[in-house]
């Protein structure tokens, strides 16, 4: 089942190259991820071989001109205050300016920058958290997202319950959640716990069970913000061989990460983002060499900056030392 959703407002002899058969190929990468056990230790997401994406199918993602400004409010005693006069004068933070590109289905695509560059933005947009302040975002498809894995869980209701509760909202029926009830409780290993309140449970207990809701649900568009990190190495090693299940199963996968394995491992594609804009679309070594260059720039300055202050602070010490000096002097 898709769904549609539309937010509009207004050498000599060289060594030779390693041979392809070290590397697991897709035909052969989709035969093992198919028999593959989220229980097992394997683990052939360093290996793995992506699936061609369906470029001759409508876009999963479009963004057209996306504008997102958020308003800087000093405190909740000014934000009351805006209420009423229609945020006059509040100062804004454009997140995202003017944003352009399409995702097909079966992409793995990650997006990456520098803190406010608008990664996380472009995840709520897509999941619908937001909206943009003006352009075009079109999404089809059903879209499960690893952001918040406990939002939304009502703390004293029992776990079995969280799961319907959550799982209607996320547009299930009932028959539907039935099916996958089961699947649910068991990758997320809370057989003897799911009848408890979710008040009793550990937070890992919790992000297991957030996590499991949406890889179950049968995404078409799966949406990861720095999610990987659930529970302990053998759960990360299951969520991670989950993902990859869905990966070659077709489904969409977005994914905004700071980390490099996490990435390289993930996507096929990634999409750099600076000052709100797309910088740089492309292959993730590229993306991620051009990120790191301009963060190493970046750092540089800084270091500059800071060798510049100690300059001045040593030189504005000379000139005090000299100056008592003279005064000693005098007397």
Do not use: W
Request: with cysteine; charged share 30%; net charge negative.
């Amino acid at each position: 089942m898709s769904e549609e959703i539309n937010n509009n407002t207004p050498a000599e002899q060289e060594a030779p190259a390693p041979a392809p058969a070290e590397k697991i190929d897709a035909s052969e990468t989709a035969a093992k991820v198919a028999q593959l056990d989220l229980d097992s230790d394997e683990d052939i997401f360093d290996n793995m071989q992506f699936p061609e994406p369906d470029y001759n199918a409508p876009p999963a993602v479009e963004f057209h001109d996306v504008v997102k400004r958020y308003y800087l409010y000093k405190s909740e005693k000014s934000r009351f205050k805006a209420m009423f006069t229609g945020n006059r004068g509040v100062p804004q933070h454009q997140a995202l300016n003017g944003l352009d590109f399409t995702i097909y289905p079966g992409e793995s695509v990650g997006f990456i920058g520098r803190n406010g560059a608008g990664k996380s933005t472009i995840l709520k947009l897509i999941t619908g958290v937001s909206f943009p302040t003006s352009g075009e975002i079109t999404v089809r498809g059903k879209v499960a997202a690893l952001l918040e894995l406990t939002a939304g869980f009502t703390q004293d209701m029992t776990g079995r319950e969280n799961i319907y509760t959550k799982c209607l909202l996320l547009g299930l029926t009932e028959a539907e959640i039935r099916e996958i009830e089961d699947d649910i409780i068991e990758f997320a290993e809370l057989e003897e716990y799911i009848d408890q309140p979710v008040r009793t449970y550990s937070s890992g207990m919790r992000m297991r069970l957030g996590f499991s809701i949406n890889i179950n649900i049968k995404p078409e568009i799966l949406v990861i913000d720095e999610a990987l990190s659930v529970g302990d190495a053998r759960f990360r090693k299951k969520c991670r061989n989950a993902i990859l299940q869905l990966i070659h199963s077709g489904v969409t996968v977005l994914f905004v990460s700071h980390s490099t394995d996490a990435l390289t491992s993930t996507c096929n594609r990634a999409i750099y983002l600076k000052d709100g804009k797309v910088h740089f679309d492309g292959s993730v070594v590229e993306a991620l060499d051009m990120y790191n260059a301009d963060v190493e720039e970046i750092r540089k300055r800084i270091r500059e900056k800071r060798r510049a202050k100690k300059r001045k602070a040593k030189e504005r010490l000379k000139q005090l030392r000299k100056q008592q000096d003279m005064e000693k002097d005098k007397k």
